[in-house]
Nanobody, 123 residues
Framework: DVQLQASGGGLVQAGGSLRLSCATSGFTFDDYGIGWFRQAPGKEREGLSLISTRDGSTSYADSAKGRFTISSDKAKKTVYLQMMNLKPEDTAVYYC????????????????WGQGTLVTVSS
């Protein structure tokens, strides 16, 4: 079974940084794109970034580019999202997901999801 677990969220002041982790298991790590998404209360999920575990290529949504960096640790089968200069509008539940594409796609294209980790950014 494919499992993903997002962690690393918490409360941070505006301008601060957080590093989220997505631990994966149950599938061949190099066959997937692992993406980060977020959903704020009352809003739809939006894609932020994706890394291809096959070749390490990365994709970023405009909302994430410049402040967020995605990376992976092959040995740990873990994907990270380093978030810098956080803003109150970044407050959301952050999810990681796995799918077959090597580029970031819409949330409904992903079959496997973690449970999410809450990021709260205070002003």
């Amino acid at each position: 079974d494919v499992q993903l677990q997002a962690s690393g969220g918490g409360l941070v002041q505006a301008g601060g940084s957080l590093r989220l982790s997505c631990a994966t298991s149950g599938f061949t790590f190099d066959d997937y794109g692992i993406g980060w998404f977020r959903q704020a209360p009352g809003k739809e999920r939006e894609g932020l970034s994706l890394i291809s575990t096959r070749d390490g290529s990365t994709s970023y949504a405009d909302s994430a580019k410049g402040r967020f960096t995605i990376s992976s640790d092959k040995a740990k089968k873990t994907v990270y999202l380093q978030m810098m200069n956080l803003k109150p509008e970044d407050t959301a539940v952050y999810y990681c997901a796995a799918g077959p594409s090597s580029v970031l796609r819409a949330p409904d294209e992903y079959m496997y999801w973690g449970q999410g980790t809450l990021v709260t950014v205070s002003s």
